[in-house]
């Protein structure tokens, strides 16, 4: 119940197009959902959050989409540009940033 | 204005010693955590603090432990290194709990 679901585990985009990222939870009582970027060697970098009152924030290139229903949320990148390579991670948890629970993360390679 | 910053951004310990890891977070936050980052693991909480008291810790033995100080700067101490304890530990600091948490460049630790 503690687990978040990510997938794909890497995923390759050509300069452009959409990179879809998926994450599924199982505990409804997660309230808070954000997603992080990392590049190599460097702590990993809020990019954008939401919480289960809305179905979509969008902040420039990046959306959150949230299905509170199924219990999924997805990060879409638009127009990825190759500075967008970067392993991204989703995340929940109840409250705010207390005991984040992390998916596995992907890695995202955008060609030029 | 100053992100979260560890130090050492590198350590080698030899197993069976003790390693201790040093956080700044970012002026005006008082909570403090603790995430370890495994290779093929993911990232996993190990402690939150805040006001100087230990609120939460995650599934990790009592060799893991650490402190806040009254500047709410933090410290993670590891007893009794193991091999398995190899990992980039990475600090974040909110302003309050229910706020977006900010993360460190992390302190890679190499147990030999």
């Known amino acids: 119940q503690q687990q978040v679901k990510q997938s794909p585990q890497s995923l390759i985009v050509q300069k452009g197009g959409i990179s879809i990222i998926n994450c599924a939870y199982e505990?409804?009582?997660?309230?808070?959902f954000p997603w992080y970027q990392q590049f190599p060697g460097k702590g990993p970098a809020l990019l954008i959050a939401?919480?289960?009152?809305?179905s979509e924030k969008k902040e420039g290139r990046f959306t959150i989409s949230f299905n509170k229903s199924a219990k999924q949320f997805s990060l879409h990148i638009m127009d990825s540009q190759p500075g967008d390579s970067a392993t991204y991670f989703c995340?929940?948890?109840?409250?705010?940033?207390?005991?984040?629970?992390f998916g596995k993360g992907t890695k995202l390679t955008v060609n030029p | 204005e100053a992100g979260v910053t560890q130090s050492p951004t590198h350590l080698i310990k030899t197993r069976g010693q003790q390693a201790t890891l040093r956080c700044s977070p970012i002026?005006?936050?008082?909570?403090v955590y603790w995430y370890q980052q495994a290779l093929g693991l993911g990232l996993q909480f190990l402690l939150w603090?805040?006001?100087?008291?230990?609120?939460n810790r995650g599934n990790f033995p009592p060799r893991f432990s650490g402190r806040q100080f009254p500047n709410y700067s933090s410290e993670l101490n590891v007893n009794a290194l193991e091999l398995e304890d190899s990992a980039l530990y990475l600090c974040?600091?909110?302003?309050?709990?229910?706020?977006?948490?900010?993360f460190g460049q992390g302190t890679r630790l190499t147990v030999v």
């Open positions: 939401i919480r289960p009152d809305v």
């Open positions: 505990n409804t009582a997660f309230d808070y």
């Open positions: 995340a929940a948890s109840w409250g705010g940033s207390e005991k984040l629970v």
């Open positions: 603090y805040d006001e100087g008291e230990e609120r």
């Open positions: 974040a600091s909110s302003l309050f709990v229910n706020t977006e948490a900010f």
């Open positions: 002026s005006g936050h008082t909570s």
